[in-house]
């Protein structure tokens, strides 16, 4: 099982009226979860670790979880309410501002936390859920607990709008880094985490040294840049016709993700094991599933079928 571990929320997307005007209807999302419906729908087995709310938003959660082949034996539910993403669409790529003070997902604790049971390949980190106390706390020590012996993925997903302590922040994250076998970034978060010191692949490159073992860096139309601390590989993008980059970096781990389960990548010693080249097929398919969701409206990731090679 790939367990996804962070937040489930509700974004609020922008949606015109017949009387004109603008509505905001409600759409399950979060980055965490977003690539927990993508890893489900890639035919992964695939869970969600998080706090969801009983109040109706997190019902909403929940169905959409198990529409999707989603495992939910390690939700924690609580009657605080749901996380709100007001989503600010400009030129195709989404904004954020997010209502989440003493949410169900923002208050989870490391009180709550389930055990870790046998059978779990790779955990998966990322996103707001990293941000929020005590929530960011209790998932940092869910890695170090699992770090020996699951391969962690991480894509900070940076939204520095919802960063209040940055200082906190930014040194939880280099401890998480450090106990991670990937780390994806996008161009834009690496620019937020090392605005200094060489190229792209520089940058990334210090960050493997750091302890990852491969740094994926997307750059939209721009492809894909893998760098371990001796190599260095560049994958072209799938190209698309964009109608909105709502979850095309969630989807993208996704298919990273079922591709390195798919040809026997994902577990620590085979990853371990890897060259860099050995990545190549996984990040294709990443691109590919991210090319299908940035085709459509909204986090709207590809089932297997629709992607050559799963289907």
């Avoid at 991480?154 to 302590?165: A, E, H, M, S, V």
């Amino acid at each position: 099982m790939i367990l996804c571990c962070g937040e489930a929320l509700i974004d609020m997307i922008p949606t015109p009226v017949v009387s004109g005007g603008t509505a905001y209807a409600p759409h399950t999302g979060g980055a965490i979860f977003n690539t927990a419906i993508a890893l489900g729908r890639l035919g992964a087995e695939a869970g969600l670790l998080s706090g969801v709310s009983t109040d109706g938003f997190g019902e909403m959660l929940v169905a959409s979880l198990q529409a999707n082949n989603v495992g939910t034996d390690h939700l924690i539910r609580s009657d605080r309410l749901t996380t709100l993403a007001i989503v600010h669409l400009s030129d195709g790529k989404a904004v954020y501002s997010f209502y989440d003070e003493n949410s169900a997902g923002s208050a989870l604790t490391q009180a709550d936390l389930p055990a870790l049971p046998d059978g779990i390949s790779a955990l998966y980190f990322g996103g707001i859920s990293l941000v929020a106390e005590p929530a960011a706390t209790a998932y940092e020590a869910l890695m170090a607990q699992a770090a020996g012996r699951c391969t962690i993925v991480l894509d900070p997903n940076i939204r520095p709008g919802f960063i209040t302590d940055e200082p906190a922040y930014r040194a939880r994250l280099a401890r998480m880094i450090a106990m991670s076998d990937v780390v994806k970034v996008s161009d834009e978060d690496l620019d937020w985490i090392t605005p200094e010191g060489g190229t792209q692949a520089d940058r990334a490159r210090q960050m493997c040294e750091a302890g990852p073992q491969f740094v994926v860096v997307t750059k939209g139309e721009h492809g894909v840049t893998v760098v371990s601390r001796d190599a260095e590989l560049d994958s072209p993008a799938v190209p698309a016709a964009v109608v909105d980059t709502v979850g095309a970096g969630d989807t993208f781990n996704a298919g990273l993700m079922v591709g390195l389960s798919h040809f026997g990548l994902l577990d620590k010693a085979s990853l371990a094991a890897a060259t860099i080249e050995d990545l190549r097929p996984a990040l294709t398919l990443g691109a590919q599933a991210a090319a299908v969701t940035v085709s459509r409206a909204g986090a709207n990731p590809p089932w297997a079928t629709e992607l050559e090679g799963l289907g």
